[in-house]
Structures are given as structure tokens and as C-alpha cells.
């Protein structure tokens, strides 16, 4: 991490980057498990260096790795993290069949975890960071892995939880669709770094121009590409495999003349299309390149 | 503390669901007693020595009924057979041509001047030929024969054993302890080792890799809560396997301590208890040291099996200590399942009380003082 001073609010905070970014480090900063080498955080009122303890009192983590034992009953887990935070026996019993019930889990509570899905797992993987009530809830990747039905049902139940239960959320992410629908802001870290910050929506107007040209090409000759660089309706350029993603000021005027230039300099292009911006391309913008790279 | 228990509540669960686990903890060291105990430490029976007669009188013909008759029991006294199955060679280079090739264990010359001399009042001497390359065999033949012999007639002189007039009357101070309730104590001590590296030191690297340690730390938990529990978890799972392992072996294969038999003798039970409870603590504190700073799950199980096997083959639970060689001792000296295998057959087939072992429960305090206190340490650097 590299001197990132952020201020999160109470609301649904992504963090978005590609791998190695840095986002988990400073997820694992802010969680108490790393300490910085210099400066702190002050997460739910506590310091995460001086008060750590009260911070660990207060949050809730969900860690891109299962930490499930799979051996026990969704019931087990979530009452063994009851006891890791001290809450007394009844008090845990009530908690839990609530949550249990949030995520459509209560009639499968006394089965080995090992015979649960991957959502379910990841569901009951979330509530059982509640069982304490936290303020602050991490997600690291809480999507990471499940297929797009499950993906949408524990996105759908991350968001009852911040809606209904008050709690604000951090969620690291490397999908976009996920930090665009869910997070009411959004940072994006790249080497360390916060290179963009603000809602989805406002990060895109950030782009400016703001129209995006996906050009596939039969050919594509050097030619094309450096007359295409220097074009001043040209924002930015970046190659990749079978084509171009250009980012232009005007995406109406743009399109005839990009198949004019490619033409004119001995390129074939096999289709051409005008579309919206994703916070991909914010990402490009900022970094000059993709988040999938 | 209520977090340590929570730690170890998780650990027991885990222990309980995973049957294999706990089965193979009890199974491994079940299967040793059963197999090297009745292997090892049986009389020798049956035994097939060739017989080359050259003298035909009444003390040779003696001679050769006795052998026949000589029994060999196991220790315990029971199930007794006869040591030797007599072959009949006529002549001492086909008898000699057997031994070679392995169909007779011994050769027993008798000369053809025997029965003259004896009856003459002389001494006389009957060669007996050895297979020495099964040394076992070896030790308990050749003195078998050589009191068979001697119950025949003094004059007999068998090769290289002088006889004297003297009287040796022999006392057991004890109740005979077969082979198999010999080397007991030491599975039990093998059990516990077993938990140790398998459901103690093995869980606790999969744990960390799997981020669950890292896990245990967002949350309350105090780190000397978690080693507490883990410690405790330990502990509980190896005297549960020990303490299976010791009904096992008494229902089936005949054991009996005297702590149980004839009459249960709390003393006894308590001492036993605390012995495998002090070294449960020990090498569970060793093994949890070692894991929590092992980086990988395959390096920490290929290095746990040398170290059991020199921790079980030097502590004198299969063989006795006196008859090792002086690099072995200097091992077993430090060696804490010395002082366990020591105390528990103290326990089990003198039943002594606490100052007979004393000695051993001050090393076993003292190490076990020092590996949770490693383990402490460990767990506060390794996390």
C-alpha cells in the first residue's frame, strides 16, 4: 500500500482491481491481521493499530478462501463463531436461526456443510460473519468462483443485509458488473494506489468524451494503427486479441471515419460497434490498461 | 478462557466427524501390539534339529526322549509345545549339509563313545552345532537343550558350557509378562504421538493454510486463547484415543494390568491416567511448536514419520534399553516416550506407586513445562 488516505462512509463500498492490486492488503490492514508499517485507520470508531481488539468487536470478515468446517452442520459453524465472540448460548441460538433464515438455509441447518453448494456455502459463509452483529462487513471476492445463478442470489442477499440490517459493507471485487450494480461507491486500486474514486456512475462521466469502439479486424495493419493514434477524435487506443477498443469523443461521428482511415490505409475490418462505457474502460482510462490484464 | 474452549469445542467436532481420523490413531498402534507382540517374543517351537546318534545305550536313548519331550511355553506359561521336532540324520555331514541349506535349526552329535563313558562314571562331551545366523532361534534353543541334557546326566558335557555342582534355584519376583503386554505401554505412548502429528500438528497446518488460523484472529480471539485450545483439543483427543487403545488391548489381546486385574485399583488408574495425560501435554506442545511453524502440509507429515519412528524405537517399548547400543541410549536418555513406556510398565505390571516413578514424571513435567512453552512462543512469532 502506498500513503491512501480513503473515507469510507455508511454505505456499500467496492474496491476494485485487478489481482495484485493490493486490494486484500488493505482489506487484511483494515481487518487488524496486518498492521501498517505507517499511518492507521480508524474502522467503526476504533483504531485498527491502538484499539485493535474493539475493531475486531465490531466486524465482520468473509475471506476469499472458504473457511468453513465442512465436516459440521451450517448450524456448528455459525454457533462456534458465536462462541469465539462470547455471546451467550441463547442469545447465539436466536441470532443464528434468524440468519440461517435470511439466506434460505434454516430447513438444511444440521447437514454436513460438505454436502452444500458453492452459494450456499458462500451464503452461510456471510451470515456467519453476523452472528455479533458487526457494524462493518468485508467481503473479499465474496462471488469468486460460483456460477452466475449463484453469483446473482448472494448478491441479492449481500444487499438485503446492508438494506435491512443497517451494516456497512467493503467488498473487494475484480468483477465489474458486481461493483457497478451493488456499491455506492467505488475506489479504484491499482500498485497500491487509489487511482479513481466516486460512484460508478460518476467515475464513468470522469471519462471524458465517453463513447467506446470495439473494431474487430480481418487485418489490421501498423499503418492503421498509427493513423488511428493520431487522429484527434481519438482518446485513447488499446490493442487486443483480434482488434481494437477505441476510446473516442463522439461516438456517432467516429465510427464512418474510422472504416474510412482503415480503408484508405490497406486494413479490412470484420465488424465494427458502437457501445456504452463499463468501469473497464474507466480503468483504462486511468491506468492505461484493462482490468483483466 | 471461554474463547480457548470455543477453540477446542471446534477441534473435538472436527475430531468426532472424521471417523478415518480417529480410527487411524487407535487402528496403527492396535495393529503394532497385535502383530509385532505375537511375532515377536513367542517360544520357539517345533523347532526341527537334526539328531546324528553314533552311541545306542540307555543314556543316549534318554537323552533323545528328554528332547523330545522338552516343552517351550510362552512366557505366560500357556499354550506350551514342544521346542524341538527331532530329525534322524545317520550321518554328520548330511546333518551339517541341512543346516546349511536351513532344513534343521540345530545339529545335536551324539558320540559314539557316550553311553561307555557315562557308564564308566567319565564325562563325555555332546557336540551341539548352532544355526547362528537366527540369532533369536539361537538364544532360545541352544540353553534348552543344554537342560535337557543336563537333566539326563551330569556327566553330559555339552560343547562350551561347562557344568558345576552348584545349584541355581531361579525366583520370579513377578507374575510373567508376555511380550505382547511388554511392548503395550509404548503403543499407547505411539497412540498419543499419533494424535499429535495426525489430528493435532497436520490439522493446525491445513488450518493455516486454509486461512482458518487467520481467520480465528479477526476475531476476539486471543492468541493465547487459540494455542490454549488447541493445546486442550490435543489433549483431550489423544487420552481418548490412548484410553481406547488400552480397552482394546485388554478385551482382545489378553493383557492385564494390574491396575485393572484382578482387582481395579484407583491408585493405579489415576496414575496411568495422569502419565498419558503429562504426555499427551508434552508431545502435543512439541508437535503444535513444529506445525505452527512448518510452512507446508507435505513437509510437516514426511519429517513426522522419522521423528516418531526414532522417538518409538529408542524409548525401549519394543526392546529393552539394556540392550542397545550406547548412541541409541544417549537418544533415549532425552527421549520424553522413554520415561512414558517406563512409567506406565511400572504401573501396569508392578503396580508401584507415585515414588517409584518419580523420576519419570519429573523429566515428563519438565518437558512438557518446556513444549508448551515453545508452542506459546511459536504461535506468537508463526501467526
Known sequence: MDHLDLEIKHEVFGLLGPNGAGKTTLQRMLVTVLSPTEGTATVAGADIVREADKVRERIGVVTQASTLDIELSALENMNLYGMYYGIPRSQRQEKIAELLKVVGLADRAKIPVSGYSGGMKRRLEIVRALVHEPQVLFLDEPTTGLDPQARAAVLEYVKRIHEDHGITLVITTHYLDEAENLCDRLAIVDHGKIVALGTPAGLKREVTGGDIVEADFSTLTDTVLKVLEKSDFVLKIKKRDGGLTILVKNGAEAVPKIVGLVDSNGGRLRTITLRELTLDDVFLNVTGRSLRD | ?383
Open chain 2, 1 to 383: 478462557m471461554k474463547g480457548a474452549l470455543a477453540v477446542c469445542w471446534r477441534d473435538v467436532l472436527k475430531f468426532a466427524r472424521q471417523p478415518i481420523v480417529m480410527v487411524s490413531t487407535i487402528i496403527g498402534p492396535f495393529l503394532t501390539l497385535v502383530l509385532l507382540g505375537s511375532a515377536f517374543g513367542g517360544a520357539i517351537t517345533l523347532a526341527p534339529i537334526a539328531v546324528v546318534r553314533e552311541s545306542y545305550g540307555p543314556y543316549s536313548s534318554s537323552l533323545i526322549e528328554t528332547l523330545r519331550n522338552e516343552q517351550s511355553c510362552q512366557l505366560g506359561g500357556i499354550n506350551c509345545q514342544n521346542s524341538f521336532r527331532l530329525i534322524d540324520v545317520p550321518d554328520l555331514d548330511v546333518a551339517q549339509q541341512m543346516l546349511h541349506t536351513g532344513t534343521v535349526r540345530a545339529i545335536v552329535h551324539i558320540p559314539r563313545d557316550l553311553d561307555d563313558s557315562l557308564a564308566a562314571g567319565a564325562k563325555d562331551v555332546i557336540t551341539v552345532t548352532l544355526d547362528n545366523t537366527d540369532p533369536l532361534s539361537t538364544a532360545a534353543i541352544g540353553p534348552e537343550i543344554v537342560q535337557a541334557s543336563q537333566s539326563v546326566s551330569p556327566g553330559i558335557q555339552t560343547f562350551g558350557i561347562s557344568t558345576s555342582n552348584a545349584t541355581i534355584n531361579l525366583e520370579f519376583a513377578y507374575r510373567n509378562v508376555l511380550y505382547i503386554e511388554f511392548m503395550a505401554p509404548g503403543t499407547f505412548v505411539q497412540s498419543i504421538m499419533f494424535v499429535s502429528i495426525i489430528a493435532g500438528g497436520v490439522q493446525l497446518v491445513v488450518d493455516k493454510e486454509r486461512g482458518i488460523i487467520e481467520g480465528y484472529l479477526v476475531t476476539p480471539l486471543k492468541k493465547h486463547e487459540i494455542v490454549i485450545g488447541v493445546l486442550l483439543s490435543g489433549v483431550l483427543k489423544s487420552l481418548f484415543s490412548a484410553v481406547a487403545l488400552f480397552i482394546l488391548a485388554v478385551a482382545l489381546t489378553g493383557i492385564r494390568p494390574l491396575s485393572i486385574f484382578p482387582t481395579p485399583d484407583p491408585v493405579g488408574i489415576i496414575l496411568t491416567m495422569f502419565t498419558l495425560f503429562l504426555t499427551a501435554l508434552g508431545l502435543i506442545g512439541m508437535m503444535t511448536a513444529y506445525a505452527v511453524r512448518s510452512t507446508s502440509a507435505d513437509l510437516y507429515r514426511v519429517t513426522c514419520f522419522p521423528i516418531n519412528l526414532t522417538l518409538y524405537y529408542t524409548s525401549g517399548a519394543i526392546y529393552p534399553l539394556d540392550g542397545m547400543p550406547q548412541w541409541m541410549k544417549e537418544i533415549s536418555v532425552i527421549n520424553p516416550e522413554t520415561y512414558a513406556v517406563h512409567a506406565l510398565r511400572l504401573l501396569m505390571y508392578k503396580g508401584v506407586g507415585l515414588e517409584a516413578i518419580a523420576t519419570d514424571f519429573i523429566f515428563l513435567s519438565a518437558f512438557t513445562v518446556l513444549m508448551v512453552a515453545l508452542a506459546i512462543v511459536a504461535f506468537r512469532r508463526g501467526l
